[in-house]
């Protein structure tokens, strides 16, 4: 039951009035109306004994969520609940929540007179009245309302009409028949009142026939003349999905477009898109408890309030104490934005869903080339889809249901329809890029003035036409043009430059205007505005279109970048303000990029010579430490008489020193490895070695010389040998044959004399 709520918030089903495909069939005239700012609706809920427990707590749920996911402070609404009477002291129709305007108190009270829906007990009457709920609802639609604000009555039921137990219907054996005939006269007095019908059916068995029945049998025009705004009868299988079905009939008879969600657990950060088109919306979130709360972040992360204005956008939030609240937001900033929902323990088990509700408003930019075309010349139009302020729209989704009419009038012929598609075909030379394209072949009577016109026609989106006057041009001009200007990306306060062609075939000078339309003041600006040619004339003038400053588009310029759309205009003011062009601009306009996008190179450059010098410091540091190894040097003792008494192959040394002690200096002199013995020799880079002495300080031991080490010996350095094994000096011979005590020094090297042995 509480999994339904969560269905009527964050549906994922995408409203069926934004399934077409944009750019087809032409409609008429007379659809290009503006979407409606506010509906009057009905909610009759059925009380029947027949619905189960979760299909009342759903029904319940579900007028409490149109009712707040509302865009429009002006509707307004009536909940009642309905089953039959079955006997003279009870009544079919149960008044819950009187005609309600939804206001910000309006809003609020919705969820407490929602709460009083219930189901019938056995000795309350427990059929299903059709005939008294549609009544009911058209005579609260009807009274006492502006006939032009649509009439919507949404009637959730079992879907099968139930009045025999009913009196009112005559005897029990014609009861049926005479229900189906007033069913039949209530119908028709809907369709009279303007009361559209949208049933939606669940439970075990809806009568599906009977539910189009009374679709049909409403009112058939909705908010806009498109087939998605016609009522249509829902059927669900359960629960569970009365929310999202509800969800896309309020949207579709509204003319509401609808964004599902995501949807977890508490705590968790959701998020919800919200087009660039979008005027007024509601972001509704499903609590699932009322415990969770929830906090609104827009694009940019800013944290906003829930009542008042911020910055460009105003804010009412309502329903915040119960499992359903919807925060409505008028100017929202378009981008993705985040609904931080939290619990606490023992409240998390439940997920959150999201969802958002909003009506737009699009705006075209009309374009004919050539803008003055002579008699019996091709033509192209084009239809740039953009934002009220002039950025162009990225996503198609944003206009998917879009029709688009465009007709060609003027002197001297019939009007001709144009067919104008988005379908990358014929003229329209990319699909889905927003630019609506056809071509129309002047007719050869046209004389003197043209105008081609566009309607642009959407669900959830207000019609927009727009038209461009243009004239018949004579056999030569006598100023021609052509405006070439690159695609090219630009950041705030940048330019985009081309060239003008320009050719005065004229005796006369000419003042050429030069101006950029279709787009918001102060967003895209041409220099020079003025150029001024000389009679005869012809060359290339510099045009430069500069990007405003990065203030002027505040929350709008995000990471994405935006796309501003504009039309280059060239009037010729001297023959008549005569257009010579009017060339489509698009102009990709992202941030300002940072220290490391512009000098990414400079970074990586140093980043590598640092890595090289590191790399030539730690080579030399270890050639070095290699140049100092004592290892593989041959440490000889010489006595008095010149002999060498023994020799010693010097191992790997503690931070470049090996360490040693002469053993029996007197008897059996040796060498013998010590950690912390009185000597250490270190290799010198110069050649040869430095010896250390226990408080005597270094002296330096060439490769043929010795130094002092007792009073009776000397330390020399022998033939140099990395082996493990020393090799005997040519030039010495051991003082005696005899095999002296061996024995092992610290790093496993027998002494010299165990070497001969």
């Known amino acids: 039951m509480r999994r339904a709520a969560v269905c009527v918030l964050g549906g994922a089903a995408v409203l069926a009035s934004l399934q077409a495909p944009a750019g087809l069939d032409p409609v008429p005239a007379a659809a290009a109306k503006p ?53 003279g002291d009870q009544r079919a129709v149960d008044p819950v929540c009187p005609r309600t305007t939804l206001d910000a108190a309006g809003r609020e009270s919705i969820g407490g007179c929602v709460g009083k829906l219930r189901s019938r007990k056995k000795n309350e009457g427990t059929g299903t009245d059709f005939p008294s709920a549609i009544r009911q609802g058209v005579h609260e639609l009807s009274a006492g309302t502006d006939p032009s604000v649509p009439r919507v009555l949404f009637l959730l039921t079992d879907g099968e009409m139930d009045v025999t137990g009913s009196p009112q219907y005559g005897d029990a054996a014609h009861r049926e028949a005479e229900g189906r005939q007033q069913l039949d006269r209530e119908l028709k007095n809907a369709a009279a009142q303007g009361v559209q019908i949208w049933p939606l059916g669940f439970g075990p068995a809806p009568d599906k026939a009977q539910l189009d029945r009374m679709a049909a049998g409403g009112y058939q025009k909705g908010c806009v003349e498109l087939p998605s705004a016609r009522p249509a009868a829902g059927k669900v299988s359960g629960a569970k999905d009365v929310g999202p079905m509800l969800e896309k009939a309020f949207a579709a008879a509204h003319c509401l477009r609808y964004q599902p969600g995501t949807s977890e657990r508490p705590p968790a950060t959701l998020e919800i898109g919200i087009s660039p088109l979008a005027t007024v919306g509601s972001i509704v979130v499903d609590k699932s408890d009322p415990a969770v709360t929830v906090t609104y972040l827009d694009p940019s992360g ?125 003229p329209d030379p990319k699909g889905s890029d927003g630019s609506f394209t056809g071509s129309v072949e002047i007719p050869k009577s046209a004389t003197g003035a043209l105008k081609v016109s566009g309607t642009l026609t959407a669900s959830g989106l207000s019609a927009d036409t727009r038209s461009e006057s243009g004239q018949i041009a004579p056999g030569v001009l006598p100023v021609t043009t052509a405006l ?61 279109v500069e990007v405003a400053p990065e203030a002027v588009f505040g929350d709008r310029l995000d990471d994405d970048g935006l796309r501003l759309g504009g039309t280059v205009t060239v009037v010729d003011t001297t023959d008549h303000d005569r257009t010579l062009v009017r060339s489509p601009l698009s102009v990709p306009v ?21 890595a090289l010098a590191a790399g030539a410091v730690l080579a030399w540091l270890r050639q070095r430490r290699v140049r100092r190894d004592p290892f593989g040097l041959v440490l000889q003792l010489v006595s008095e008489d010149g002999d060498i008494v023994a020799e010693h192959p010097a191992g790997h040394g503690h931070k470049q020193w090996y360490a040693f002690a002469v053993v029996e200096p007197h008897r059996s002199p040796r060498i013998e490895r010590r950690s912390h013995g009185p000597y250490a020799v270190q290799r010198s880079p110069e050649g040869g070695a430095v010896l250390r002495k226990r408080g005597g300080g270094r002296t330096r031991l060439p490769a043929r010389g010795q130094v002092p080490l007792t009073d009776a010996l000397s330390l020399s350095l022998g033939e140099e040998t990395r082996s493990a094994k020393v090799r005997r000096p040519r030039s010495a011979r051991p003082r005696t044959t005899t095999a002296a005590t061996p024995a092992a020094t610290e790093g496993g090297s027998a002494s010299t004399y165990e070497s001969y042995r």
Do not use: C
């Open 35 to 87: 979407a409606f700012a506010s509906v009057n609706y009905a909610v009759a809920v059925d009380e029947s004994a027949s619905l189960a427990p979760a299909d009342m707590k759903a029904e319940k749920a579900a007028a409490a969520r149109i009712a707040l996911g509302d865009v429009s402070s002006s509707s307004h609404v009536t909940v009642f609940g309905f089953a039959a009477a079955e006997s």
């Open 302 to 426: 800013h944290k906003v309030p829930t009542s008042g204005t911020y910055r460009k956008s105003r804010f009412e939030l309502a329903g915040a104490g119960d499992t359903v609240e919807a925060l409505k937001i008028t100017d929202p900033v378009p981008g993705v934005w985040k609904v931080k929902a939290e619990a606490p323990e023992g409240h998390r088990s439940l997920p959150v869903g999201v969802s958002v509700l909003w009506q737009g408003e699009l705006r075209g930019a009309l374009t004919m080339n050539p803008p003055s075309p002579q008699a019996g010349q091709q033509a192209t139009v084009t239809m740039r889809l953009q934002t009220r302020e002039g950025y162009e729209i990225k996503d198609p989704h944003d206009y998917a249901g879009l029709r688009v009419r465009s007709e060609l009038t003027g002197d001297g012929f019939a009007p001709q329809t144009l067919r104008l598609a988005d379908d990358g075909k014929g």
């Open 484 to 544: 070439t200007l690159p695609p090219a990306d630009a950041h705030p306060g940048g330019t985009v430059t081309g060239n003008l062609a320009v050719h005065n075939t004229s005796g006369t000078r000419h003042t050429l205007r030069l101006s950029v339309a279709d787009i918001q003041p102060g967003l895209l600006s041409v220099s020079p505005a003025r150029i001024e040619l000389k009679p005869g004339e012809s060359g290339t003038r510099k045009v430069t």
């Open 590 to 610: 992202t941030p300002e990029p940072g220290i490391w996008a512009k000098y990414w190179w400079a970074f990586l450059s140093a980043a590598a010579l640092i």
